[in-house]
């Protein structure tokens, strides 16, 4: 019981990676401002990423000045040039060697486009609804929580941000629970091939045609492993590229997107099949550690499949073009790297624990992503002005107040990671976004609870049932995980969304959202 009383009054609220616990202090709950601690390194990383992937732009003032030149000509000019070219074989030679040397280092050197041609949702069925009464009474009923922590559940479900009608496990919502090796299995069929079959409807594109084919799912890694579930599911051609991607957290969907976008620039001609999704049935916590406990509360049931392609007969059916990928890694840092850990309690039952430096490392993480980010995003106002005063603060050693970028100025739309109600309210502040842009994340942690890497795909999915997005309009994914790791996506609409054409989980009762969620203050705070 003393060790009860201790855990009550260390915990702390912590919403990432899926998670939030509780703490005493109020600051520990939030990220640290860190548009406000920028370091210069950072800033470099980004621009070293923008010239080494955009070596080929050097080209173009080249030919822009070729084609001014060119404009001056007249025809006199090129009659007199083809008749001395006529009588010079080698001057001719050189020419047309030069040309075509220079023609195939801008075409090889230039990364192919990558497209999203559709994406799906998985989207339970009814009876897998958890309302907040059924999940209490079936956490009551298996009798292995103590009072005190059922009712520290309770708090973690009432301020967590989730709503009623997010979905659980069947095996989870038997009395008693069966949580076994048949019903995760069941579980991730269910999510894979449900998210598949209806990805593969919606573009008309047979299974036979997929050469790359990425899974990512962190906890649960069965032999054969998931990916080979697909093949086999689908029957896949025998020379696909196949990937499983374990144990790398709530990020790891944009991890697979980036691993996909790599494959597709040295195969040509080819489509690469994403899979993102979380298990709970084998990863429930069945102890009394509440740094382990948070997650029960917060992972729900969910998947999404995405669809690239690098064909440019694509682009015209295509919703989406890749334009960026950026990935930090932090795991070279001890603290980082075992502030999310999964491990044995005292009772030797196995969980996810959450360390107290969470939110700070998760802030680290954040800055250094986002300051790679800015300067291939941010218009050159931004950059120049951002620049200008970091310059000054950090190398001139003046006093003056730092510049913060607008990123609302290079995105329209932003999908951010729904781990849990308390970073969103950090990152809206941190960002300076309006609840407009916070509604998609806002809406499905809401409707759908934390459905780890796939939670970014409900929230595009929500911005376009909404009609809101438009061609041309800039959409921003970022996530952040165990690691620990931060990573992001920059997508450009190619077409405008229409809505009525759409099938989504969300299409019909899109007309019912936005809900207010009351902001209640976390677990543990005043």
């Known amino acids: 019981m003393a060790d009860e009383k201790k855990q009550s009054t260390n915990s702390e609220t912590i919403s990432i990676q899926g998670a939030a616990a509780a ?34 732009l050097m080209l173009v003032p080249l ?14 000019d090129f009659l007199q040039l083809w008749n001395q070219l006529k009588f010079n074989l080698v001057t001719v030679t050189v020419c047309s ?51 005190e922590n059922l009712a520290f559940q309770k708090k973690i479900l009432e301020r967590s941000g989730l709503g009623q009608q997010t979905y659980f496990p069947e095996a989870l919502l038997r009395v ?132 690239l392609s690098n064909r440019s007969s694509d682009r015209r059916r295509s919703k989406y073009q890749l334009i960026h990928t950026v990935r930090t890694h932090k795991g070279a840092d001890d603290k980082c790297y075992s502030c999310v850990f999964q491990k044995e309690d005292d009772t030797k039952r196995i969980g996810v624990a959450l360390s107290k430096d969470l939110m700070a490392v998760a802030g680290e993480a954040l800055k250094t992503n986002i300051t790679t980010l800015g300067p291939l995003v941010l218009p050159m106002s931004e950059q120049l002005l951002f620049f200008a005063t970091l310059v000054a603060r950090k190398v001139f050693q003046m006093k003056i107040k730092p ?38 994340s806002r809406m499905t942690l809401y409707r759908f609870g934390n459905t780890s890497s796939s939670s970014l795909w409900y929230e595009l999915a929500y911005s376009e049932a909404k009609g809101r997005i438009r061609k041309g309009d800039r959409t921003w994914q970022i996530a952040f995980g165990s690691g620990f790791k931060c990573n992001s996506a920059v997508w ?30 976390p677990v543990g705070t005043s």
Request: hydrophobic share 40%; charged share 20%.
């Open 23 to 56: 703490s005493p202090e109020r600051r520990e709950n939030k990220l640290p401002n860190f548009l406000l601690s920028v370091r210069l390194k950072y800033v470099k990383l980004g621009y070293h990423y923008l010239i080494s992937n955009a070596m080929y």
């Open 63 to 76: 030919l822009a000045i070729s084609s001014a030149h060119l404009s001056t000509l007249t025809v006199q």
């Open 97 to 147: 060697s030069l040309i075509v040397f220079l023609g195939t280092l801008y075409f090889m050197s230039r990364p192919r486009k990558i497209y999203l041609v559709d994406f799906a949702c998985y989207q339970p069925e009814p009876e897998r609804k958890c309302t907040r009464e059924i999940f209490m009474e079936r956490s009551e009923s298996i009798g292995c929580f103590s009072e």
């Open 176 to 307: 008693p629970p069966n949580p076994c090796m048949a019903e995760a299995r069941k579980e991730a069929e269910m999510v894979m091939f449900g998210a598949i079959d209806q990805l593969l409807a919606k573009t008309g594109v047979k299974a036979k045609d997929i050469g790359i084919l990425v899974v990512n799912c962190s906890l649960f890694n069965p032999t054969p492993s998931l990916s080979a579930m697909i093949v086999n599911h689908y029957k896949l051609r025998g020379n696909i590229l196949s990937y499983n991607l374990g144990g790398m957290g709530c990020s790891a969907g944009l991890i697979s997107i980036d691993l996909a976008k790599q494959l597709l620039q040295v195969h040509p001609n080819s489509y690469a099949l994403v899979v993102s999704m979380e298990n709970i049935t084998l990863n429930w916590y069945f102890g009394n550690d509440r740094s382990m406990l948070v997650s029960n509360c917060l992972f729900r049931m969910g998947g999404a499949a995405i669809l």
């Open 403 to 440: 510049y913060i970028p607008d990123f609302k100025l290079a995105f329209e739309h932003f999908c951010i990671h729904a781990g849990g109600r308390a970073v969103l309210d950090e990152l809206e502040k941190n960002l300076g976004l309006s609840e407009w842009h916070m509604e998609p």
């Open 492 to 521: 450009k609409a190619l077409r405008t969304i229409n809505p009525a054409k759409e099938k989504n989980p969300w299409m019909d009762e899109i007309d019912e959202f936005p809900v207010h969620v009351p902001r209640v203050a």
